[in-house]
């Protein structure tokens, strides 16, 4: 009886991986608000930290955590320089605000809790961008069909 007990505990603490898991609806949902508010947000106020003026960002993706009490904020901004400051310096100005900026959207949004946001920087443009340059490389576009009719 102890050793069937003791192996359905082992069981019972196996942690699933939640890590590899699809958002769930109402998690894409919520991260969707989120994007749209913070932008109007953003659209309305200005904000006052040295390292964010003159720059112009672009919200790309918001992610929720399950819980929906954390959001990720993926964002970088347009042009990828602005007045001499790279996406680091932006993205740290950003986190920077970040709790006066939950306090705008808390105002917005009608969410149980409004989500701690955290800013990271949007690489997806820079990726996209290299993957042209390659496919663009004169040995690389040799090999890909053209008008030949390959």
Do not use: Y
């Amino acid at each position: 009886m102890n050793r069937l007990s003791n192996s359905w505990h082992g069981i019972m603490q196996t942690p699933m991986n939640k890590k590899n898991k699809a958002p769930s609806q109402r998690q894409l949902r919520a991260g969707e608000l989120v994007r749209h508010a913070l932008v109007d947000v953003l659209s309305r106020e200005e904000l006052r930290d040295p390292d964010l003026k003159g720059v112009t960002l672009t919200i790309t993706e918001v992610r929720c955590s399950p819980d929906l009490r954390h959001a990720s904020v993926f964002c970088a901004p347009l042009g990828g320089k602005t007045d001499g400051k790279d996406s680091a310096t932006v993205i740290k100005a950003m986190n920077r605000c970040s709790a006066f900026l939950r306090g705008r959207l808390g105002r917005e949004i009608e969410m149980k809790f409004t989500p701690k946001l955290v800013f990271e920087s949007d690489a997806s443009f820079d990726e996209a961008s290299h993957i042209s340059d390659l496919l663009h490389r004169p040995d690389v576009a040799r090999d890909l069909p053209g008008d030949e009719g390959h």
